[in-house]
Nanobody
Framework: QVQLVESGGGLVQAGASLRLSCTASGGTFRSYTVGWFRRAPGKEREFVAA????????YYSDSVKGRFTISRDTAAITAFLQMDNLKPEDTAVYYC??????????????????WGQGTRVTVSS
């Protein structure tokens, strides 16, 4: 069973950039869709971005489109979330997930079977 570990979170000022990584062990991402979700303080978990490993299609929430970029390495072991022009409202715990999500379900957390423990991102104004 694939296990996921996120890294790269931290405290930054508004306008800065961070790159989150999600590393798989016990398997690869090769047959999965990889998604990033976040949970802000006092809010529900929400979809951020997703990448379908076969074909490389990417999906973004409206709130991060144009600022965040999801990508992968060729070894199918690590996925990345490049976050540029960060805003205070991006403050959250960010979770990596992998599963059999398809185009119609990539934004649904229930479509992902495997989850990491999360990495915290704090953006100060």
């Amino acid at each position: 069973q694939v296990q996921l570990v996120e890294s790269g979170g931290g405290l930054v000022q508004a306008g800065a950039s961070l790159r989150l990584s999600c590393t798989a062990s016990g398997g690869t991402f090769r047959s999965y869709t990889v998604g990033w979700f976040r949970r802000a303080p006092g809010k529900e978990r929400e979809f951020v971005a997703a990448l379908r490993w076969h074909g490389g299609s990417t999906y973004y929430s409206d709130s991060v489109k144009g600022r965040f970029t999801i990508s992968r390495d060729t070894a199918a072991i690590t996925a990345f979330l490049q976050m540029d022009n960060l805003k205070p409202e991006d403050t959250a715990v960010y979770y990596c997930a992998a599963g059999g999500a398809i185009t119609s379900t990539v934004r649904q957390s229930g479509a992902y079977a495997h989850w990491g423990q999360g990495t915290r991102v704090t953006v100060s104004s």
